[in-house]
Nanobody, 116 residues
Framework: QVQLVESGGGLVQAGGSLRLSCAAS????????MGWYRQAPGNQRELVAD???????NYADSVKGRFTISRDNGRNTVYLQMNSLKPEDTAVYYC??????????WGQGTQVTVSS
């Protein structure tokens, strides 16, 4: 079965940096898109960034210029480098992986808290 293991969340002061990672395993199918979503209390889950198998990234306007998404296809791992963090970036961050002909999967979520 598919398993997504996230790491890298935590508490950081405004202006600081964090790096999230998510490793996918358990499927023989190829991965098309990998991405990160976030959900703050009282808000809907929203896309932060995603990246295709051809390494074409897509970012939410709110994080452009501050966050960088990348992936290691050999390790089935996606990363999110978050710089210049703001209190409004505080949320639970979820990894999302889309497999070719095998569906979409979510990680368990990792908390990111940015203090002012």
């Amino acid at each position: 079965q598919v398993q997504l293991v996230e790491s890298g969340g935590g508490l950081v002061q405004a202006g600081g940096s964090l790096r999230l990672s998510c490793a996918a395993s358990g499927s023989i199918f190829s991965i098309t898109t990998m991405g990160w979503y976030r959900q703050a209390p009282g808000n809907q889950r929203e896309l932060v960034a995603d990246i295709t198998s051809g390494a074409s990234p897509n970012y939410a306007d709110s994080v452009k210029g501050r966050f960088t998404i990348s992936r290691d296809n050999g390790r089935n791992t996606v990363y999110l480098q978050m710089n210049s963090l703001k209190p409004e970036d505080t949320a639970v961050y979820y990894c999302n992986v889309i497999y070719h002909a095998h569906g979409t999967y979510w990680g368990q979520g990792t908390q990111v808290t940015v203090s002012s």
